[in-house]
């Protein structure tokens, strides 16, 4: 399947399909999860209204981490496979990546601040979400500084899969140290501890940053794969070129 996908003609169509479906999808879901956060959905009875901030702020913790997520396997496959298009989505996830765990802490602060009395806390959750944010950033910078193209990707993809393990703190973090965020309180065994009346909006804000986010790593993916074969028949132009000139004189 991945080698199959891994040919440029046969990922262009696959994402010229996926691309308008993900677009169209993320509009509505994302119109109907505000609607459903703003109006929707009932104030808590302890929180108040602040309650609205987490339908903003856990679809993007739940991207941050799911992007990090998918930019270590896209890591992983261009270090064993060497795929190409993997190392190109790696590092067009680590940017997306990063937005969502700013939007992440940024709203977490404005929550914290009323519920908690203060903007930040050292606790092991957000400390580990700081600490994802920084792998994200030093991804990027690590790329960004080397000039050997393949040397980049490979140290990239390395750095990428050891970040992983930041990765399982952040999910286990409240279950390992006290903290004072609160437990998982939608994906349990013993099922979500969430009133009907958040988690249905919260479960369509989940799915349209989902979708956002398929959207939005496709369509670049797209973009780059095209500016890529540009660049190499560019360069097979200028070598032809030089060739006939070799003959010429």
Same mark, same amino acid.
């Given at each position: 399947?991945?080698?199959?996908?891994? @040919?440029?003609?046969?990922?262009?169509?696959?994402? %010229? $399909?996926?691309?308008?479906?993900?677009?169209?999808?993320?509009?509505?879901?994302?119109?109907?999860?505000?609607?459903?956060?703003?109006?929707?959905?009932?104030? /808590?009875?302890?929180?108040?209204?602040?309650?609205?901030?987490?339908?903003?702020?856990?679809?993007?913790?739940?991207?941050?981490?799911?992007?990090?997520?998918?930019?270590?396997?896209?890591?992983?496959?261009?270090?064993?496979?060497?795929?190409?298009?993997? /190392?190109?989505?790696?590092?067009?996830? $680590?940017?997306?990546?990063?937005?969502?765990?700013?939007? $992440?802490?940024?709203?977490? &602060?404005?929550?914290?601040?009323?519920?908690?009395?203060?903007?930040?806390?050292?606790?092991?959750?957000?400390?580990?979400?700081?600490?994802?944010?920084?792998?994200?950033?030093?991804?990027?910078?690590?790329?960004?500084?080397?000039? /050997?193209?393949?040397?980049?990707?490979?140290?990239?993809?390395?750095?990428?899969?050891?970040?992983?393990? @930041?990765?399982?703190?952040?999910?286990?973090?409240? /279950?390992?140290?006290?903290?004072?965020?609160?437990?998982?309180?939608?994906?349990?065994?013993?099922?979500?501890?969430?009133?009907?009346?958040?988690?249905?909006?919260?479960?369509?804000?989940?799915?349209?940053?989902?979708?956002?986010?398929?959207?939005?790593?496709?369509?670049?993916?797209? &973009?780059?794969?095209? %500016?890529?074969?540009? %660049?190499?028949?560019?360069?097979?132009?200028?070598?032809?070129? %030089?060739?006939?000139?070799?003959?010429?004189?």
């Amino acid at each position: 399947m991945l080698s199959y996908f891994s @040919n440029p003609q046969r990922f262009d169509q696959l994402a %010229r $399909a996926l691309i308008p479906v993900f677009g169209v999808l993320a509009v509505l879901l994302l119109a109907v999860g505000v609607w459903l956060a703003l109006l929707g959905s009932p104030p /808590d009875y302890q929180q108040g209204e602040t309650i609205r901030i987490m339908y903003v702020h856990v679809p993007a913790a739940y991207m941050a981490m799911a992007l990090y997520a998918a930019l270590a396997v896209a890591s992983f496959v261009y270090f064993v496979w060497r795929h190409a298009l993997a /190392d190109t989505a790696a590092e067009i996830i $680590a940017p997306i990546g990063a937005v969502f765990t700013v939007l $992440a802490l940024f709203t977490g &602060s404005l929550w914290g601040k009323p519920m908690w009395g203060t903007w930040w806390e050292w606790d092991a959750r957000m400390t580990s979400v700081l600490v994802l944010l920084l792998v994200y950033l030093g991804y990027m910078a690590l790329r960004a500084a080397l000039e /050997d193209t393949q040397q980049a990707a490979r140290t990239g993809a390395v750095l990428a899969m050891a970040g992983i393990v @930041n990765l399982v703190i952040v999910k286990f973090s409240v /279950d390992w140290w006290s903290s004072l965020h609160q437990p998982a309180s939608i994906i349990r065994l013993d099922g979500p501890t969430i009133h009907a009346s958040q988690l249905w909006p919260l479960l369509v804000m989940i799915l349209a940053y989902t979708c956002f986010a398929g959207w939005l790593v496709l369509y670049r993916l797209r &973009s780059q794969a095209i %500016r890529r074969r540009v %660049r190499t028949l560019q360069r097979q132009r200028e070598q032809a070129a %030089r060739a006939r000139e070799e003959v010429v004189s």
